[in-house]
């Protein structure tokens, strides 16, 4: 396993659990192509039983399969890209977690922070992806989380570079894409 060194003396290692579950659940959508792997209330539960976020079979409501989708828009928002915020994204997020059953623990020092028992299933599966959004916010891992500044793209990666100062899910592909466009750019002026 890889380790790199960060501020501080720490070292931060391979995406933890919680940023790997985040990169994940924002890249549920493909801006370039617009699948979307959770478009259906029925995919969503397929999705999220798959990382036993939450039972399976779950059935989603429209109203709670909307949630999670408003959720995913306001953390893509919330990343790292060259693009403006979006306020009203981040805005309709907050509202999602606004009602999302969190539980603060004194008692867990590794996991302070869990869904509360006995909610709903698709609440407890909103309040654990809440709960990995925090960590990474938490631990300050938040911003090795980027979102591509290809503006095609939007690729949700984990920015595994030294400085923090990787832009592009991938240099050969969305790298060269902004580099030729800034290229023929600069040749046509």
Known sequence: MKQLPMEGGAFVLDPSPAAALVEAFTNTVDLESGDDDVATPAALADWLAGRSLAEPGLRLTADEHQAFLVLRAGIREALDADDPVA???????????????????????????????????????LARLAVAWAELVLTGHVHRLKRCAEHTCGWVFWDASKNHSRRWCSMRVCGNRTKSRRYAARRRD
């Open 87 to 125: 306020p009203d994204h981040l805005a309709l997020a907050d509202a999602v977690l606004a009602d999302v059953p969190v539980l603060v623990s004194l008692g867990s020092p590794g996991a302070p922070l869990t869904p509360a028992p006995g909610g709903p299933p698709a609440r407890t599966a």
